[in-house]
């Protein structure tokens, strides 16, 4: 069984980039969709996007222009950069396994980052 | 992108069915048999407990069903438990090949 794992710095000062590792093991990463989705404190989900194990890539149009998500595929791990955040990326982050790219089966225990001075 | 459209909240007595409904458009629920379920209890991450409009994944309780009629889908919990009480999300795939979610909907079993 997959499970997976998100990790990073819990605290990022506004303007800078948020940057989180999710570590895959049960399994391995050469193969499905793998994606981000965060929850604000208190609201509901938001697809932040997916890669495919070949590195292709799909994101969320209202945030494309500050992420980049990438694969690392020797390290069974992916992982997520949001560039100029704001108190409004304030959030807990998952990751996820995507088998077809259509549902998210297997989620990280989730992070909370809080974007502040 | 706009999220698809759920009831803020729902309630059950032990023993009753509840139905919990996930509006979107014909660019999303409407045009494709991929909606999918997930269950929030407080501080833990989703779980999936229906895909593809009407599947259970292994483990997932048979009390759990879901259907689709048109731009709106369903999530029907059937002999409520204290147990079933979460927050519930909708998810739907897009024609813009991106999934969008619900806003959610908290079930209290009263």
């Known amino acids: 069984q997959e499970q997976l794992q998100e990790s990073g710095p819990g605290l990022v000062k506004p303007s800078e980039t948020l940057s989180l590792i999710c570590t895959v093991s049960?399994?391995?990463?050469?193969?499905?969709?793998w994606s981000w989705i965060r929850q604000p404190p208190g609201k509901g989900l938001e697809w932040i996007g997916y890669?495919?194990?070949?590195?292709?890539?799909n994101y969320n149009p209202s945030l494309k222009s500050r992420v980049t998500i990438s694969i690392h595929t020797s390290e069974n791990q992916f992982s997520l950069k949001l560039s100029s955040v704001t108190a409004a990326d304030t959030a807990v982050y998952y990751c996820?396994?995507?088998?077809?790219?259509?549902?998210?089966?297997?989620w990280g225990q989730g992070t909370l980052v809080t974007v502040s001075s | 992108q706009s999220a698809l459209t759920q009831p803020a909240s729902v309630s059950g007595s032990p023993g009753q069915s509840i139905t919990i409904s996930c509006t979107g458009t014909?660019?999303?629920?409407?045009?494709?048999?991929?909606v999918s379920w997930y269950q929030q209890h407080p501080g833990k991450a989703p779980k999936l407990m229906i895909y593809?409009?009407?599947n259970r994944p292994s483990g997932v309780s048979n009390r759990f069903s879901g259907s689709k009629s048109g731009n709106t889908a369903s999530l029907t919990i059937s002999g409520l438990q204290a147990e079933d009480e979460a927050d519930y999300y909708c998810?739907?795939?897009?024609?813009?090949?991106?999934?969008?979610f619900g806003g959610g909907t908290k079930l209290t079993v009263l």
């Open positions: 593809d409009v009407s």
């Open positions: 890669i495919d194990f070949s590195g292709i890539t």
């Open positions: 998810s739907s795939y897009t024609g813009s090949s991106t999934p969008i």
């Open positions: 049960g399994g391995s990463i050469s193969s499905y969709y």
């Open positions: 014909s660019s999303d629920v409407g045009s494709y048999n991929y």
């Open positions: 996820a396994r995507v088998p077809v790219a259509t549902y998210f089966d297997y």
